[in-house]
């Protein structure tokens, strides 16, 4: 298995793992906080958009355009907003992360061994290329277990 195919399994996989976690949820749901202050999962959701868009593009992806006016819906700034007509529905942040998903998959196929080690968008965090794709499948990740939490406080079923 080389690097690219590994990479690209996490990623498909943490998508999978993530639509898995929205599938019974409501776009109503997705504004539940499970403590006050904490971010609801709709916010997440479009931070994690922002996030991969941003750094994948520093490290020399191909950018995957996210509709106009994503990045101000979804700053520091709208996290503490309760309003769902202030944000994407449940469908276009899914729609849109399988679209800004298949773009990171497709270059991180294309990477070679150079390009992996390659330096990061963040020296102390992420210092190399390598560690950028590692990152954008545990970003996903961590943020589940914090809708997971979301899920339990709604009395959804555990589904791990």
């Known amino acids: 298995m080389t690097l690219n195919e590994l990479f690209a399994g996490n990623l498909k996989g943490t998508l999978d793992m993530l639509k898995m976690h929205l599938g019974d949820l409501s776009d109503a749901d997705l504004m539940k906080r ?16 922002i996030s991969e868009v941003f750094l994948t593009s520093k490290c020399g992806a191909p950018i995957v355009e996210l509709p106009a006016g994503f990045a101000d819906r979804y700053s520091k ?15 276009e942040l899914i729609a849109q992360f399988e679209k800004v998903r298949a773009g990171t998959i497709a270059w991180v196929k294309t990477l070679t061994p150079a390009q992996f080690a390659a330096p990061g968008p963040m020296p102390d965090f992420m210092p190399t290329v390598a560690d950028l794709c590692a990152m954008a499948s545990g970003h996903v990740w961590m943020h589940c277990g914090q809708i997971q939490v979301i899920r339990r406080s709604l009395g959804k079923p555990v589904l791990f």
């Open 34 to 49: 499970p403590v006050p202050n904490a971010n609801h999962a709709n916010w997440q959701i479009g931070h994690l958009l």
């Open 77 to 91: 700034e709208t996290a503490k907003i309760d309003d769902l007509s202030k944000f994407a529905t449940k469908a």
